[in-house]
């Protein structure tokens, strides 16, 4: 929820996002030991595969209201195949935090559910993961950068951050 806190600590800055208006947070919520237990204190650690969406809500208790929080699945994978498919029917999208895999199968599913509702020239993208292409050596499963280069002019790289791995994107 870290990434959760500083976008909507944005966005209620804004008098047209307070008129109402939600942040959508699609997530799986599964626990995948092998990548996340290094990130935790052995007392925190979840059962492999274990829900983890209670954290979550704990975490971000005090920006609830803020929120929309939906436990699905974009694709298949590792413990979540039971979950329901991430569907979209809430109207035009202005922006959106891409933080769901590196991989081109990821990147394709979510980019096919949401594209129809991208404004062109308006709607922003910021891709999390986008510059882990640049990582040494080079891992397979990094393929947000061949990802946004399938797409051609359709997303124009606007901003990058020096040091870091996020890319932003404009649709057109």
């Given at each position: 929820?870290?990434?959760t ?14 008129n109402k208006?939600?942040?959508y ?14 990130h ?38 590792d ?16 922006i959106?935090?891409?933080?769901c ?14 594209q ?7 709607t922003?993208?910021?891709m999390?993961?986008?510059?882990l ?9 990094n393929?947000?950068k ?6 051609g ?9 020096k ?10």
């Amino acid at each position: 929820g870290c990434s959760t806190h500083y976008i909507i600590n944005s966005l209620i800055k804004n008098p047209n996002f307070m008129n109402k208006k939600k942040l959508y947070v699609f997530d799986d919520f599964v626990w995948r030991s092998s990548w996340m237990d290094p990130h935790v204190s052995e007392s925190e650690r979840l059962h492999n595969h274990q829900d983890f969406k209670f954290l979550f809500n704990k975490y971000a208790s005090d920006i609830n209201e803020y929120l929309v929080v939906r436990k699905v699945k974009i694709i298949d994978f590792d413990g979540n195949y039971k979950l329901p498919q991430l569907k979209w029917n809430n109207g035009l999208i202005e922006i959106m935090f891409i933080d769901c895999g590196r991989t081109i199968e990821a990147n394709d599913a979510w980019y096919k559910i949401f594209q129809p509702y991208f404004i062109p020239d308006n709607t922003i993208l910021i891709m999390q993961d986008w510059g882990l292409h640049k990582e040494v050596p080079v891992q397979s499963y990094n393929q947000t950068k061949q990802f946004t280069d399938s797409k051609g002019s359709s997303l124009q790289l606007i901003h990058e951050i020096k040091r870091g791995n996020i890319g932003a994107f404009i649709y057109r």
